[in-house]
């Protein structure tokens, strides 16, 4: 599915391109309507008393998009199970097929009627999880990267 927005002058860096943090904002804000979507929206939130943490994310740039620029972000959902939904992003400039950059999250469904702990999801919210557009972990092509600096094949020593 997809959400769609603009990158705003005040998420412009002194680059003159969209700042890193306003990517994860703006995957935070296809995540609320992925939220939404699933019926977990205010009123849905509110009512049941549940919302998605997000326990963990991997943003990938793959280039920068300037002010103005009109952005998508098309989510897939990698797997999920009775209490967390492994979620796939791809953020494109406009109507491009070239994704600029990727995000991947682990989300968890929380009960929030007093201290926040886990909770299964209600049926209709897992039915409508599973309903969603799926992607196999191979076709999620920046999802599960690891970050670190190759090892030397000589030494493991400090850099100079």
């Not at 600029?100 to 299964?120: F, N, T, W």
Request: proline content about 4%; glycine content about 4%.
């Amino acid at each position: 599915m997809t959400y769609r927005d603009t990158v705003k002058p005040e998420w412009v860096d002194y680059n003159g391109h969209l700042r890193d943090a306003f990517y994860m904002l703006i995957y935070s804000l296809a995540t609320d309507a992925f939220m939404d979507r699933i019926g977990l929206d205010d009123a849905g939130r509110r009512a049941r008393q549940r919302t998605l943490y997000t326990l963990e994310a991997h943003v990938t740039y793959l280039r920068e998009i300037k002010e103005g620029a009109p952005v998508r972000v098309e989510w897939r959902v990698i797997a999920h199970d009775k209490k967390r939904v492994h979620l796939y992003m791809e953020m494109f400039e406009g109507d491009t097929t070239e994704a600029v950059c990727a995000c991947e999250q682990m989300l968890m469904h929380i009960d929030s009627s007093g201290a926040p702990k886990s909770a299964s999801f209600d049926d209709d919210i897992a039915a409508r999880i599973a309903a969603e557009p799926a992607v196999a972990p191979k076709d999620a092509r920046y999802a599960g990267r690891v970050i670190g600096l190759p090892a030397r094949a000589s030494s493991a020593a400090a850099p100079a």
